[in-house]
């Protein structure tokens, strides 16, 4: 809980100096602070290498992750990219954002932390453990 407070009297303080107000003005205080590309649009036949080659001009990579589907392996289309400093991201956000990568207009912006899922854990599958047995 202290992390929080902590991260939300910086963000106050960066909003507040800036002179910036509104919801938009705290999410660009948030997206500055970011070191982590959505890039999406992929091409199914870019993997993590050649991901990790068409951002390395911009900085240092630190990873290039192409997401794949678990059970098949191949590309789900989208991947991430993180770079070691903020103004290298947001460099390559810049210049790569609507460029084209292994035949693909590809749209690079920063990513967002993923929503926790609610029920993860919980048993799945039909019914959903509804008691049910189908017997007489």
């Known amino acids: 809980m202290a992390l929080y407070n902590k991260f939300g009297s910086i963000l106050k303080q960066s909003i507040s100096s800036n002179g910036l107000n509104g919801q938009s003005s705290m999410f660009n205080a948030i997206r500055c602070m970011s070191s982590k590309l959505f890039v999406g649009g992929l ?3 870019t993997d993590d290498h050649s991901l990790r080659e068409a951002f390395a001009s911009f900085g240092d990579v630190v990873d290039a992750r192409v ?27 810049s210049a790569m954002d609507g460029q084209q990568l292994g035949g693909r207009n590809i749209r690079v912006s920063f990513a967002q932390e ?23």
């Open 67 to 93: 997401i794949t589907d678990r059970d098949s392996g191949r590309s789900r289309g989208f991947g991430f990219v993180n770079f070691s400093s903020d103004e290298s991201a947001s460099s390559a956000l």
């Open 43 to 45: 091409s199914y036949g």
């Open 114 to 136: 993923r929503a926790p899922r609610s029920n993860f854990g919980a048993p799945g599958g039909y019914n959903n453990g509804g008691g049910n047995d189908g017997g007489y």
